[in-house]
């Protein structure tokens, strides 16, 4: 079935730091895809999304690229804040069984 | 906008009792989903509601489970009885596309915080 896998975290950086997250998905056709983030004791809020091959989606910085030929959709960010500590999710969206489809999450820690 | 309210933020409540667990969706959102976050199983989809109407409720783990919208701007996710392996963070979701279309976005709640002891 459709499935999405993250790099395991925790991912720790200091600040100012170049930050890379892999993800990488199995799917039938051709999913679009997202990264949400939850912030400590918060709800999960969209962070960026790309609907088609090679389509870069980019908030707040970060940044992540569609490959169909990898299948992986890996979020990047030149310089990180203390304030981007949170939890982020790489999803797709699965046609196949019509819902999102979330990996297991990669909490980053950023200190100062 | 108040976004997806929630209650409560917190619930400890002894293995056997009922929980409830509640979601006001952004005004206007026509799709509702429930999710159960745990450490172990990572994020999982419960249920989802269009227009009230459930869906899919293949994510529902057993008959304890239950959910319910009876009108727009209300649903309930009900636990009766509650098991210590159900402690978890509930979140509850609504959106406009739902999943339907590609650019589909999900606004979460803060979620409930559930301890079954």
């Known amino acids: 079935g459709d499935s999405v896998t993250q790099m395991e975290g925790p991912v720790t950086l200091s600040e100012e730091a170049f930050l890379t997250i892999n993800c990488t998905y199995t799917a039938t056709g051709y999913p679009s895809l997202f990264w949400y983030v939850q912030y400590p004791g918060e709800g999960l809020q969209l962070l960026l999304k790309a609907t088609k091959a090679d389509d870069k989606g980019s908030n707040k910085g970060f940044e992540a690229t569609y490959r169909k030929e990898t299948t992986s959709f890996h979020l990047e960010k030149g310089s990180v804040q203390v304030s981007d500590s949170a939890v982020y999710f790489c999803?797709?969206?699965?046609?196949?069984?019509?819902?999102?489809?979330f990996g297991a999450g990669t909490r980053l820690a950023v200190h100062p | 906008d108040a976004g997806v309210i929630q209650s409560p933020r917190h619930e400890v409540t002894e293995m056997g009792q009922e929980v409830t667990l509640r979601c006001k969706p952004i005004?206007?959102?026509?799709?509702l989903f429930w999710y159960r976050q745990t450490m172990m199983r990572g994020l999982e989809l419960l249920i989802y509601f269009n227009n009230n109407v459930p869906i899919d409720d293949s994510g529902m783990p057993e008959d304890r489970f239950s959910a319910k919208m009876p009108n727009a701007s209300f649903s309930t996710l009900k636990i009766q009885p509650s098991e210590p392996r159900d402690s978890a963070v509930y979140f509850c979701?609504?959106?406009?596309?739902?999943?339907?279309?590609?650019?589909?976005?999900?606004?979460f709640g803060p979620g409930t915080r559930l301890t079954v002891t």
């Open positions: 999803a797709l969206f699965s046609g196949g069984y019509n819902k999102l489809i």
């Open positions: 005004s206007g959102h026509d799709y």
């Open positions: 979701a609504s959106s406009l596309a739902g999943l339907a279309g590609a650019s589909v976005e999900q606004y």
